[in-house]
Structures are given as structure tokens and as C-alpha cells.
């Protein structure tokens, strides 16, 4: 962003452009925050909290609201600022659901107490969140969930069941899509909600993967009840409001701004470079051709996370996340191939239920077997190839017999 500029009008004389005067005051704005609460002496989740409330977690938010109603791009200048002066962070891979996902779609269609209650304790952690979307009849075509919501006065009663759900044993609330209208077509009966994952009703469940650990949970629904106040958008909307969900999560997995050799091209470039013995002519074209392509999606994703900074995220994220799939999983198979007998040992195969998920900071065995699901997490590639053909390339759709049967009537 360049130099820090005390003054809000002029400097030396020059008038200063919007962007100079906002930095500006983002600057004092910061000073103030760490003159009123020291880094070194302040508890972690009271500074968070003060953060928030000085407008500074995310600055494209509204005021009051965690944010400034500033352009996107002024948050890495806060960032770098406060990291600098030594500030914690809120651990965002911990709770990469509720900030990636759930807060914009909360913020997209909440009503102003949703966005007042959820939005603080998410932003800084306290509260952390995990998406009740997928079931097993119900994956790819998403629009098909049984998950059954009836309304009881003011209240409404849940049963059904969920998998593959990240972050669920560590979860407080959860982003629901239950099916509210069983008379209507499959993508008009669907409503949207906020899932209170301590409700007595609620049955966390681990799913051991091909890793060993168990980093996806099942989820069983046992008439769960939740308050209408915690329905987000209208009923019978919950298809436009996932779908806004969905758009974050696929830029959230695929669309991030990044440095030239993150994630998995830079560390099969590390290996390649501090390991000569193992290279061969034909391993060296794989890994240049991936190598190019691996910045051709980094730049890509460059674009797309200036697009997003300008309104809402498209469909353009689902082709890169397509792409990050693709490439995460020819990379980690390069990566074994290149290792040889290294590549063959597995540091550990023990049953964990891990907070986090580090991919680039484990051995090569896990990455090559935790990348099989890259393709699957976040949409399949199947589908995300469908959204991209329709709604980037504008191909006609694939034919939809089931598209005006009530869901009720739908074989299964």
C-alpha cells in the first residue's frame, strides 16, 4: 500500500487521493487501538473483541458490523500493520468455515440481530462453525436433501442426517439447509438455517478417512429444534441463499491470492531442487509443464480475488477450484513418484480428530492420499464442470426431467 500518511487532506502541500486519506486514517485508526489495548499485556480474546469493535477484522464489512465499509484490499494493510506491532489473529484456519462461508452469506441475507448476535464471536473465534449440507442420498445434487424441517410455532423441529462434515466435534453453530416444503419442486422446498450444534438432538459422529484420521463427521439430526429467529433469508429460499454459501466456499478452497510456489508446486520444487539424485528427464517436463500451470491458476486467482473485492463472488470460483483439485492431486502423485522408496513411508496411520487441517506440513504419503479428496470437498469436479460449461462458457444445460416434480414424487 506503500507509505503511511499522517494527514487526511494534504502532505507536503499535494492533495491526497480517497485511498491515501482512508489509509490514512485505517493508520490512526490502528495506533489508537494498540495505544488502548498493548499487545503485550492484553488478553488475546479482549484485543480480538476490541479489534472488532474498532472496525478493523474486516474492513469491507459495515461499521458496526467489524468493518469500515472500505474497499477489500485496505485489509492486508491492517493486517501487516498489526502483525507488525506484534497483535494476535484470530486463527482463521480454525473456523475457515464460519469466516469463508458462513459470515458472508450471514451478512448477504441475515437480518440485523442475526448479524449482530453470530457475527462478533465468529469473527474472533469464540464461536466456531461447520456447514450441515451434504447427506449421503444427497451430495452432488445437493438440491435433493431429506433432511426434514416442520415448523412448530415459532419454532422449528429437525431430523435428518448430514455427512462429511468438517469441523462438527469442535463446532457451536452450524449453517443448515433442511427441506421445509416436501409439495414443491426439490429446489423450491428448501430453507436455510443456523444450527445450534449444542441442541440435546444434535449426534457428532467421526468419519475415519483413507488418511487415517478422522478430520469429516456424520451428523445425526434427532428432533432438534431451532427458533424461526435463526432462519436465514425467507422460507423456501434456501437454495438461493446456499448457492450464495456455495460461491464463497468454491473462492474460499481455490481462489486465493497466493506467492509464486505455495501450496503443493512449491514443495515438490523444494524436493526437486535439494535432491538432484532423484531427478530424470521425463520427471523434469512433468513437473515444469505442472510447474506453469500451477501460475497460470496462482494468477488466475490473483484476478479473481480482485473481482471479488468489487462485489459478490460468481460462478468463476467453481473453475478454480476445479483447477486447485487438479493440481493439488497431479502434484502430490509427482511428488511420490520423484521420493521413490521415500515416498513409500507414512509417518503415522492413529485415529485423530484434528482442529485444523495442514496439508503442505506433512509428509508425502498424506498428501498424496489426502489430495484424492480435493475433487470431492466443496463441490465434486463433475458438477463444478457443469457450473462452469452453463454459467461461464453459457453451454445449454444438461436435460432436467426431475425439474417440476414435487420432491415428494422424485424416485429414490
Request: one cysteine or more.
Amino acid at each position: 500500500m506503500g507509505a503511511v500518511i499522517m494527514t487526511e487532506d494534504v502532505l507536503d502541500g499535494d492533495v491526497l487521493t480517497a485511498d491515501e486519506t482512508a489509509l490514512a486514517k485505517l493508520s490512526r485508526r490502528v495506533e489508537r487501538l494498540l495505544d488502548a489495548h498493548d499487545p503485550a499485556t492484553t488478553d488475546r480474546l479482549d484485543f480480538l473483541r476490541a479489534r472488532f469493535d474498532a472496525g478493523l477484522a474486516w474492513v469491507h464489512f459495515p461499521e458496526g458490523l467489524g468493518g469500515r465499509d472500505l474497499p477489500r484490499d485496505f485489509q492486508p494493510f491492517v493486517d501487516d500493520l498489526l502483525e507488525a506491532a506484534g497483535a494476535p489473529d484470530n486463527d482463521p484456519r480454525r473456523n475457515g468455515i464460519g469466516l469463508g462461508m458462513a459470515a458472508p452469506t450471514i451478512l448477504a441475507f441475515g437480518t440485523e440481530e442475526q448479524k449482530r448476535r453470530f457475527l462478533k464471536p465468529l469473527w474472533t473465534g469464540e464461536e466456531v462453525w461447520c456447514q450441515l449440507f451434504s447427506e449421503p442420498g444427497a451430495g452432488s445434487d445437493l438440491a435433493a436433501v431429506a433432511t426434514r424441517a416442520v415448523r412448530d410455532g415459532d419454532t422449528w423441529v429437525v431430523n435428518g442426517q448430514k455427512v462429511w462434515t468438517s469441523s462438527a466435534h469442535t463446532a457451536r453453530f452450524a449453517i443448515l439447509l433442511a427441506r421445509t416444503d416436501p409439495d414443491v419442486p426439490k429446489h423450491a422446498g428448501l430453507s436455510y438455517f443456523l444450527c445450534d450444534m449444542t441442541d440435546p438432538g444434535v449426534d457428532v459422529r467421526p468419519l475415519r478417512q483413507l488418511t487415517g484420521e478422522a478430520e469429516f463427521n456424520e451428523v445425526f439430526l434427532s428432533e432438534v429444534r431451532i427458533p424461526d429467529s435463526y432462519r436465514l433469508g425467507d422460507e423456501g429460499a434456501g437454495w438461493q441463499v446456499a448457492n450464495a454459501t456455495l460461491m464463497n466456499e468454491r473462492v474460499a478452497i481455490g481462489g486465493q491470492a497466493a506467492p509464486r510456489e505455495s501450496g503443493m508446486v512449491g514443495v515438490v520444487a523444494e524436493t526437486w531442487r535439494n535432491r538432484p539424485e532423484l531427478r530424470t528427464p521425463e520427471l523434469h517436463d512433468r513437473l515444469m509443464t505442472l510447474w506453469v500451470e500451477a501460475e497460470v491458476a496462482r494468477l488466475t486467482g490473483q484476478r479473481l480475488s480482485q473481482k471479488v473485492i468489487h462485489g459478490q463472488p460468481g460462478p468463476e470460483g467453481s473453475a478454480m477450484k476445479l483447477s486447485f483439485a487438479r493440481l493439488a492431486q497431479q502434484l502430490s502423485g509427482l511428488e511420490i513418484e520423484l521420493l521413490g522408496e521415500d515416498g513409500l513411508r507414512y509417518s503415522s496411520w492413529t485415529m485423530v480428530r484434528p482442529d485444523i487441517v495442514e496439508f503442505t506440513g506433512r509428509d508425502a504419503g498424506y498428501r498424496y492420499l489426502r489430495a484424492k479428496g480435493n475433487s470431492i470437498e466443496g463441490g465434486t469436479s463433475e458438477i463444478l464442470r457443469n457450473i462452469v460449461a452453463e454459467r461461464v462458457l453459457g453451454l445449454p444445460s444438461e436435460p432436467r426431467t426431475d425439474k417440476h416434480l414435487a420432491w415428494k414424487d422424485l424416485p429414490r
